[in-house]
C-alpha cells in the first residue's frame, strides 16, 4: 500500500493504534476487512488534505461522528470537504465516524475513546440519551469543544448546535400538506429514523401542533425505527399503509423514501403529497421523477462552517459559542442548487 505518510499520521487520521496500522500496511494476517478499509480510507483522506491545501496555517483536528443513512453521511462528508477551504489559513483535518446504525454502548465507547486519544473538536449527531449526554460531559470537561449536528443535545455541555430549526422545519412541512390537500380530509404517513434523536421529535413536535391548530381533518399515522434505511423502513411503511386504507400523504422525517414510495405503488396507493427531508441522492432522484414534491432542506455547508467557527472559537480560552439555527429552504424540480 504505497503511500507518502508517516503511519502515527494514518494511525491518528483512522483512528487506530500505530501497530494496527502497520500491521495493515504490511500484509500481515489478522486484520479484518473493516479495519483495513478504515487505513484506506485515511490515506485517501490525507490525500486529499494534501492535494487541497497549499498554505500555511494551524491545524485543527476534528472528529465528526454520527449515526445516520449512508447517503445523509456522504452529504455530510461531501460538504464538511468542501467547507474546509473557506477556514485558510486555519486548516481543518476532518476524521469521519460514520455508521449508519450503532448501539449506544458503541457510541460512548467512541467518544471516550476519541478523548483519550485527544482532538480538538467533536461534531455529533447522536441520540439524546443519558448515556450520550454523561459521555459528552467527560468530552467537553476535557477540554474538548462538542458541536451537535442536525440533532441537538440541549441538556448536555456541547458548545453549540449547527442544524436547522427542527420545529420550525416540521410546521412547514404540516403547512405545505395542509395547503395542497385544501381543506379534504386525509392521513399523513409520519415516518421516524428512530424516536431516540432529538431533533426529529422537534420536527414532529412542530409537525402536530400547526396540524391541530389549523388541520383538524388531517391525522396521523406514525412508523419509527427503521434508522432511514431502505429495507426496514419499507417493510414498516407497508405494513401501515396495508392496515389503513385512509393513509394519503408523506412527510418523511427519517428518510427511507425510496422504499415509502415503493410500499405504495405496490400496495397501489397514490401518494397526494409527499414532504422530505434533505437533499441527499435518492431524495435528488425522487424530486426529479415527481415522487415527492417538496424537499425541505438546510444548507450543510452553513452547517459545517458554523461547526468550524464553534471549534475555532473553543480554543480561545473563556470564549463561549453561541447556538446556530441554519435557514429551511423549501426545494422542487424546479429550484434544485446544484450538487457539491
Do not use: W
Amino acid at each position: 500500500m504505497s503511500h507518502p505518510f508517516l503511519v502515527k499520521d494514518i494511525a491518528f487520521q483512522a483512528g487506530l493504534s500505530t501497530a494496527t496500522v502497520d500491521r495493515v500496511l504490511n500484509g500481515r494476517p489478522g486484520v479484518r476487512r473493516q479495519t483495513e478499509l478504515r487505513v484506506k480510507a485515511a490515506i485517501a483522506e490525507l490525500e486529499k488534505q494534501q492535494a487541497g491545501i497549499a498554505v500555511g496555517g494551524r491545524t485543527l483536528a476534528i472528529d465528526i461522528v454520527m449515526e445516520a443513512p449512508e447517503r445523509f453521511s456522504d452529504a455530510v462528508r461531501a460538504a464538511f470537504e468542501a467547507e474546509v477551504a473557506t477556514c485558510l489559513p486555519t486548516v481543518f483535518r476532518c476524521r469521519f465516524h460514520f455508521a449508519e446504525v450503532m448501539r449506544p454502548a458503541e457510541l460512548v465507547q467512541l467518544l471516550d475513546r476519541i478523548r483519550l486519544r485527544g482532538t480538538h473538536g467533536i461534531v455529533l449527531k447522536a441520540p439524546d440519551i443519558p448515556e450520550i449526554v454523561a459521555a459528552v460531559e467527560r468530552v467537553a470537561k476535557a477540554g474538548i469543544t462538542v458541536v451537535t449536528l442536525v440533532t441537538d443535545l440541549p441538556n448536555s455541555l456541547r458548545a453549540a448546535y449547527a442544524g436547522a430549526d427542527n420545529r420550525a422545519a416540521g410546521e412547514t412541512a404540516a403547512y405545505l400538506i395542509g395547503t395542497h390537500l385544501d381543506g379534504a380530509a386525509g392521513k399523513v404517513l409520519v415516518t421516524l429514523s428512530s424516536g431516540r434523536f432529538r431533533g426529529e421529535e422537534e420536527r414532529e413536535i412542530g409537525f402536530r401542533r400547526l396540524l391541530r391548530e389549523r388541520y383538524r381533518q388531517l391525522s396521523i399515522a406514525e412508523i419509527s425505527e427503521g434508522h432511514g434505511t431502505d429495507a426496514a423502513t419499507g417493510t414498516l411503511a407497508a405494513r401501515a399503509i396495508a392496515a389503513d386504507a385512509t393513509i394519503n400523504a408523506v412527510y418523511s422525517i427519517g428518510g427511507g423514501n425510496r422504499a415509502v414510495c415503493a410500499a405504495f405503488e405496490e400496495a397501489g396507493r397514490p401518494i397526494r403529497i409527499f414532504v422530505a427531508h434533505d437533499l441527499d441522492a435518492d431524495n435528488r432522484a425522487l424530486l426529479g421523477a415527481g415522487k415527492i414534491g417538496f424537499v425541505l432542506h438546510h444548507d450543510l455547508r452553513t452547517d459545517a462552517r458554523s461547526a468550524f467557527r464553534a471549534i475555532m472559537s473553543g480554543q480561545m480560552k473563556g470564549h463561549i459559542a453561541s447556538a446556530v439555527s441554519s435557514a429551511v429552504e423549501i426545494i422542487t424540480p424546479y429550484n434544485m442548487p446544484p450538487t457539491l
